[in-house]
């Protein structure tokens, strides 16, 4: 497990931009899969974008596909979700995650093998 400390979100209308922040305290590993989850209200927490540290290679829900961006700072253990074309439907709780085992992510973030979390940070996009 690692210490993840989430910043950004915010409220914006739709069709604007967001961007997150999250920072770990340290890995142990080269490889990791580090990603971002969202939980809408009233929903299931989904992932929505993951990326394999040092690798470049990234996964996305279908629905942020072409509106996302998950992109990672190595030197800094750092990674962030930028996001555009915001919707009304990207409403939700927005948590990092990640997986400080060594792992390569495998395609969407899997909730179940995250064992590091943010504490979460409020999107609301009005209509």
């Known amino acids: 497990h690692v210490q993840l400390v989430e910043s950004g979100g915010g409220s914006v209308q739709a069709g604007g931009s967001l961007r997150l922040s999250c920072a770990a305290s340290?890995?142990?590993?080269?490889?990791?899969?580090l990603g971002w989850f969202r939980q809408a209200p009233g929903k299931e927490r989904e992932g929505v974008a993951a990326i394999t540290t040092g690798t470049g290679l990234t996964y996305y829900v279908g629905s942020a596909k072409g509106r996302f961006t998950i992109s990672q700072d190595g030197d800094a253990n750092k990674w962030y979700l930028q996001m555009m074309n915001l919707k009304p439907e990207d409403t939700g709780v927005y948590y990092c995650a990640a997986d400080s085992g060594g792992r390569r992510c495998l395609g969407i973030p899997d909730l179940q093998r995250m064992d590091s979390w943010g504490e979460g940070s409020l999107v609301t996009i009005s209509s």
């Open positions: 340290e890995f142990t590993y080269n490889r990791n899969c």
